[in-house]
């Protein structure tokens, strides 16, 4: 029989009432022949207020402590799942990560799954019983401790769970219904993607579209898990519900994806990201050996930059630029003041209200002058670009956080996405 891995996210298991919805989409796909397991998050909010508890409690909190209150959220909801599953008739039982075990590095707060034993699991199913597993959590094995995998980690457990159990597909239900070519809330005028390519999600993922977990998308990518994104809050048993390829969106190999549509679409989607910070290092000395005096200790503090952008010297001269996440904007500039010896710069400035605006699309690697295109239209809203940054299917622009929403909608309708 056919497996199946159906994923819900916090608003859909919100409440009881949202639970039991839930629970109606399970005994759809069991009753249509499938062999189900479940991955759950926490109830929306949850998570929040777990973590600042933790906070609350001491600003250095013990990082295996801070997963041991965390995981608890996932806990609850599996557990009511399953309640509510048996309720309606089915067999259904919960466990946690440490009981398949998902086993896990201990990078805790953001652990990486190293394996799924999918014995138990793969014998529960096979007997008919709907499994429902914590999302989000796992277990380092030498230590036997708690791990969590970062915020919006049930995405990973879930695909994980997908490709250890070998399933057909992976559904990600969550309160919209697939991943759209920027975010909905922002652009009304969003629209919905019957598919979209591994590699475009990533890009997506990575750059700012929170609707799947970055790590999700590159396990789907290297076990090539069919991976589809679509809402919980419809009626379960509507008829148009239960065709998925309607339904949601696929995630899947780009040779899936039609030739013409992708011939025709240059730009797949826009995504932003405001947990971005630039910091601007002025009048360092243009020679050999001072981009290395910058960015080696900022590796050696693990903070992770991203755009990098170094002028061309006029008097021996230059400045260079570049982001870090928002949360190391403090440590970043200490850093660099901290090597002032060898990089021997004039002052390091920055700033924390700016927004990376990416363009994004695979349509791109056989298109010229998108980049073009895009700063002439930026220029005629007035916006001004502090950092540019281009692979092959994406390109990002570094702007004033206020003029967010304005370069969003913009490139989203430069590029003919709207609705
Ligand atoms: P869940 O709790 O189900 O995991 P998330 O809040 O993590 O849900 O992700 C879903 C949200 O992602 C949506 O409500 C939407 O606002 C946001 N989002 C951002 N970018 C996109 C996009 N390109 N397509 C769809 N949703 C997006
Ligand atoms: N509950 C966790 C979070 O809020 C994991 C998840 O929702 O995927 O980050
Ligand atoms: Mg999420």
């Keep these: 029989m056919a497996r199946l ?68 959220g996932e806990q609850v909801t599996s557990g009511l799942l399953a309640i509510v599953l048996q309720e309606m008739g089915l067999s259904a039982r919960s466990w946690q990560g440490w ?16 394996d799924i034993d999918s014995e138990k699991l793969g014998a529960a199913i096979d007997g008919g019983q709907v499994a429902v597993i914590a999302g989000f959590q796992g277990i380092h094995l030498p230590t036997g401790r708690l791990t969590t995998l970062g915020r919006g980690g049930s995405d990973t457990s879930a695909v994980a769970v997908a490709a250890a159990l070998k399933a057909e597909r992976c559904d990600i239900y969550t309160d919209v219904d697939g991943v759209y070519t920027t ?50 809050l419809v009626d379960p048993d509507a008829p148009e519900t239960a065709n998925v390829e309607k339904a949601g969106t696929l995630i899947c190999d780009e040779e899936e994806i039609v030739a013409n549509q992708m011939e025709s679409q240059v730009v797949t989607g826009i995504a ?19 981009a290395a005096a910058v960015f080696g200790p900022l590796a ?23 982001t870090v996440p928002t949360a190391d904007f403090e440590r970043a500039k200490a850093v660099i003041e901290k090597a002032r010896d060898t990089i021997a710069h004039q002052v390091v400035e920055g700033a924390t209200d700016v927004t990376k605006v990416s363009v994004i ?36 622009f570094l702007i004033d956080a206020a003029y967010t929403e304005l370069a969003v909608r913009t490139l989203h309708s430069l590029y003919g996405l709207d609705s």
């Design 300 to 322: 050696d503090a693990h903070i992770n930059v991203d755009m990098i952008v170094q002028n061309v010297s006029a008097d021996g001269f230059t400045d260079i630029t570049f």
């Design 99 to 114: 009981q398949l075990p998902i086993s896990t590095d201990d990078a805790h707060g953001s652990a990486r799954i190293l």
């Design 272 to 290: 932003f990201s405001k947990d971005e910070a630039q910091v601007s290092i002025r009048r360092v000395a243009d020679k050999p050996g001072i």
């Design 5 to 72: 891995v159906m994923k819900f996210g916090g608003t859909s298991v919100a409440n009881i009432e949202r639970i039991r919805n839930v629970a109606r989409h399970v005994k759809r796909e069991v009753e249509a022949g499938y062999q189900v397991a479940v991955v759950v998050s926490a109830m929306s909010g949850k998570t929040n207020e777990l973590v600042g508890w933790c906070k609350d409690a001491s600003a250095l909190y013990d990082p295996r402590e801070y997963d041991a209150v965390v995981a608890s």
């Design 183 to 232: 975010d909905p809330r922002v652009v009304p005028k969003a629209r919905r993607l019957d598919r979209i390519a591994f590699e475009e999600m990533l890009e997506m993922a990575s750059l700012g579209a929170k609707v799947l977990q970055v790590r999700s998308v590159e396990l789907a990518m290297v076990h090539n898990v069919r991976t589809f994104v679509r809402s919980s």
């Design 361 to 396: 699309g695979i349509g791109m690697r056989s298109h010229a002058g998108v980049a073009a295109q895009a700063f002439q239209a930026l220029a005629g809203k007035g916006i001004n670009i502090r950092a540019i940054t281009t692979s092959e299917i994406k390109i990002s």
